[in-house]
Structure formats: C-alpha cells, structure tokens
C-alpha cells in the first residue's frame, strides 16, 4: 500500500467511510512503521476514518484465533423457525441502505480463504476486487 494506491481525497464525499483492515501488525506493515524507509506518513494523516484489526483499540475487533462451537447448532425446520423469529424480534432495528464494498489484495489464495468471503459478500452487494487479484488500481500502470 503506497500513498499511489488510495483514491483521491478531493473526490471523497462527504462522510464517506474508508475502513483500513488488516491482521499484520504495525511492525510487520512497513508503511504503518515510522522506522520504515517505505514509512508513508500521508496514510496515517487521517485517511481512514475506522479501523478493523487485530487490536482491540479498533472500531471493529477481529481478534487472532478461532470461533469455537460451545453448544449444537440447530438444523432443519429449527434453524429455519430460530432465524424467522430473530428476524421479526429485530426488524425495525434494521435501518434499509445501499451497500458496496472494495478490496484492494495481492495474495489470491490466502490461508484464511477470504477470498469465498468476498463471493459471498458480492452476493448481497457490489464488491469490487484491485489489485494482483482483480482489476488494476485506477490511475496506477505496469512498469
């Protein structure tokens, strides 16, 4: 991730949400690390407005580790019942919006399988992919 990566800040919309989410740790992000001779400063000067990381500091918490099953899960006409019965205890909870999303990734076959994550999520709402995975970065050529 390079200062060339990002969009351009006067094209931004006003309350426009750029979440940064990674699991790598400042130290191993070498654009994050002020130690860094690729240290970027413009990239933490405010760019992203929330945050989704390991740390427990960030507005969306993805903790390291794994979810463990603690009780059966219900199958069948049960789930179905469980899910309709959450749904109507919780619609008006729900506020209806228009959702898209963006994934900037170089790594294709990642060992977390993010990738069936984001077909998944394209499912229910536009996801566009860049980089080594998808389309070019726009404004960004080979060579």
Known sequence: LN?????DQEQRKPGQVYMFNTLESPFNSAVFAPWSLNYDPSINNNFFNVTMTYSSKSAVHIPYGRIVQVL??????????????FGEQNKRQVVPKNYSATIVSSNCASRSDRERIVIEMNKM?????FGYCGEPLPGIRDG
Not at 3 to 7: A, C, H, S, V
Not at 72 to 85: A, D, S, V
Not at 125 to 129: L, N, Q, S
Request: overall charge negative.
């Open 125 to 129: 709402m536009p996801v566009k992919t």
């Open 3 to 7: 200062q060339g990566d990002l969009p």
């Open 72 to 85: 059966p899960h219900p199958t069948g006409e049960e789930l179905e019942q469980y899910i309709t019965n």
